[in-house]
């Protein structure tokens, strides 16, 4: 009982020192620049100063003493937010006590800054030495090398991989660091944000929790940290540029032979980085940047503008490399040349330079992989979960690629038939400009012919597309007679759309638009490819039934298919134009890849179908429209429910096709049927 009411007591005289402590008029900032000594870097030693690093200020003080219950910051790498975190814990202890959790990675992370950072900071700082209880003591309420005990309040410092210590505590202030290293699900119980965010329930009514979130953002679609800024208010900072006096955004350009504004250097050392204002293109030379950036501290919010201010959005702030006094513009320009095409250099350039997020565009698979991850199920029979079904086409001077797959409700895909189709006979070759070639008979007798389903029934399929780049003329007379049939023109270039609007391309005699005739359909095959890519990478895992589950987005490949094929689906990566830019490139054939890439634009992209955005009833009423029993329709819900979620978990589903046996392909692409033997 003694230690009951020991226990008791200090609790009781925290709640007291708290309730006395009066309110604080002090920022974090200000309370770093008067307390907080360095204890590593150039500086070590001397205080820190807020001028080094305006744009932490922003962060640190808007969250913690502005009217805002949640902060997030998008960064690259050493921007000096480390010491700003340790600003703020210092303000904590000193100025504002509460209990507070400071949450990284891992357990193992949480000991390295403890250890390499906070203690060294505690013992350097006189004022938090003085403030947080001594670890020696050992006392029950005292410190720990993970818990930082103050009168009022005190700072624990965990991973994002202990569920235990995500709740066990009731807090006031939160501190999410490097967020997009947390693990997507903690022990089966859900996200660990959500558990940091229900540690502060109790002081929702009163509103003065505080909660930041941030860390270098990582894959584009797949970073917390991206989703947490771009939710928020996006706030850049704008510095006056020493010439026009104009505000600017100081971002990435490229090569100096380039046009444009923007960072700038030249393609090898000297690198010779300047910066070309947006406003009046006169040239910024690296040694004004400290200027323009040291100015911000006389500006509102520290320069930093928001993009988004609409009401309910929460402060969110971007802060990269360009714009710190840390490192200089050579070490970019050097970093981004050194990385050339190496698509893992590249994404450590966007992630921690750049401080956004980098698309998976390359890091396809070995073809070997795929290849021996090959599964049992029967060519050209739909399974249970495939709802859709798309053919791809690519046209040659001599022949068809063709590729059909089906499409699950969580975007997974099975390769149902690939095939090349030649123009002409063994004897005769022909060519794919003749709309007569029995190539196109034999490509219109597959779009015709209905596929046999799961359930014993059969299925027409839902589209094809083909590719209109070669041989226009001929694709679109083909197209114009075949009901779900798409003219599809791959683009190139980031950012476009999985598939554009429509154009007309039927003139008649008088030169104009034919208003109900074909129409060609432009594919953003660039994104397209990143996603593919993407997907091919993922693995399947054991699930608490132990067994074998799919993530969303897994693509499934029968027996049947041959190692050409697979070559060729993996045969682009991405590298770099004259001029810098990012772009697709081949290092082989890669015309099955682009079947691929063509049904996967309709498959996403076209409005009848759009797989990556539909709701739980549109699968379920498509579903019973194909014939699926309740068993299977129930676990396709949960599929296309799990869409979006980063822990992304693909149904279940029971195989009712008959398995074939393997077989080795025709070694000669000369016979038509080459890919996967006679499609009839």
Excluded at 4 to 9: H, I, M, R, T, V
Excluded at 329 to 338: L, P, Q, R, S, Y
Aim: net charge negative; charged share 25%.
């Amino acid at each position: 009982m003694k230690n009951g009411y020991a226990s008791a007591l200090a609790i009781i005289a925290g709640a007291i020192a708290e309730a006395l402590t009066p309110a604080t008029t002090i920022t974090p900032s200000q309370w770093g620049a008067a307390n907080l000594f360095l204890v590593e870097g150039p500086r070590a030693g001397q205080l820190w100063d807020p001028a080094q690093s305006p744009a932490v200020c922003a962060v640190i003080d808007t969250v913690f003493c502005g009217p805002h219950t949640k902060g997030a910051v998008r960064k690259s790498a050493q921007v000096g937010f480390t010491e700003g975190i340790k600003a703020i814990e210092g303000w904590i202890a000193c100025e504002s006590p509460a209990r507070t959790l400071h949450v990284l990675p891992t357990t193992q992370d949480a000991r390295d800054y403890n250890r390499e950072k906070l203690q060294p900071a505690i013992d350097a700082s006189p004022a938090l030495a003085r403030r947080v209880l001594d670890i020696s003591k050992r006392q029950k309420q005292g410190s720990s090398a993970l818990f930082k005990a103050f009168p009022g309040g005190s700072i624990a410092i965990t991973g994002a991989n202990s569920a235990s210590a995500l709740q066990m505590r009731t807090i006031k202030f939160a501190l999410c660091d490097e967020i997009d290293q947390w693990p997507k699900d903690l022990a089966g119980q859900g996200s660990p944000m959500t558990m940091v965010d229900d540690r502060q329930i109790a002081f929702h009514a009163t509103g003065d929790y505080r909660k930041l979130v941030g860390g270098t953002p990582t894959l584009e679609g797949e970073s917390l940290v991206d989703e947490e800024f771009e939710n928020g208010d996006q706030r850049y900072q704008r510095l006056p540029c020493p010439h026009c006096g104009e505000r600017i955004r100081l971002v990435f350009g490229g090569y100096a032979d380039g046009m444009g504004t923007g960072l700038r250097f030249n393609r090898s050392a000297p690198f010779d980085a300047h910066y070309i204002c947006q406003q009046c293109g006169v040239r910024i030379e690296h040694y004004q940047k400290e200027q323009m950036i040291v100015s911000a501290m006389h500006l509102p919010d520290y320069g930093f503008i928001a993009e988004k201010p609409e009401p309910g959005r929460y402060p969110s702030w971007h802060i990269d490399a360009i714009s710190s006094l840390f490192t200089t513009w050579d070490k970019i320009a050097e970093t981004f040349v050194n990385a050339g095409d190496d698509p893992q250099k590249l994404k450590g350039f966007f992630n921690r330079w750049l401080g956004v997020t980098y698309k998976e565009e390359s890091g396809a698979p070995d073809w070997e992989v795929l290849f021996k991850r090959r599964e049992l199920y029967a060519e050209r029979v739909i399974p249970a979960d495939a709802l859709l079904c798309v053919m791809g086409v690519d046209v040659q001077k001599r022949g068809l690629y063709v590729e059909i797959t089906g499409w699950t409700a969580d975007r997974r895909s099975y390769t149902l038939l690939a095939i090349y189709l030649t123009a002409g006979t063994i004897e005769k070759p022909g060519d794919t400009s003749d709309p007569d070639d029995p190539c196109w008979t034999r490509l219109s007798e597959l779009h015709e012919t209905p596929l046999k389903d799961a359930f014993g029934g059969t299925r027409r399929l839902d589209a094809t597309g083909v590719d209109c780049r070669y041989n226009a003329p001929v694709v679109y007379d083909w197209v114009r007679r075949h009901h779900g049939a798409y003219a599809v023109r791959t683009e190139e270039g980031w950012g476009r759309p999985a598939l554009g609007a429509p154009q007309l391309v039927d003139f008649d005699w008088r030169g104009k638009r034919i208003r109900k005739g074909v129409q060609q359909w432009k594919a953003g095959s660039y994104n397209l490819k990143s996603r593919f890519y993407a997907y091919l990478n993922r693995e399947t895992s054991i699930d608490v039934d132990s067994q074998i589950a799919a993530p969303a987005g897994y693509c499934h490949f029968g027996s049947f298919l041959f190692e050409n094929y697979f070559r060729q689906i993996t045969s682009e990566y991405v590298g770099t134009d004259k001029a810098g830019n990012r772009i697709w490139k081949a290092n082989g054939d890669n015309h099955w890849l682009d079947c691929r890439i063509i049904a996967m634009a309709l498959a996403f992209g076209a409005p009848t179908f759009d797989i990556g955005n539909r709701p739980p009833e549109f699968w379920r009423a498509l579903a019973h429209e194909r014939g699926a029993p309740e068993s299977v329709i129930a676990p396709l819900l949960r599929a296309a429910e799990a869409i979006g979620v980063a822990a992304e978990i693909a149904a279940e589903i029971e195989s009712t096709t008959e398995p074939q046996s393997e077989r080795e392909p025709p070694a000669s692409e000369s016979d038509w049927s080459y890919g996967g033997g006679s499609w009839l």
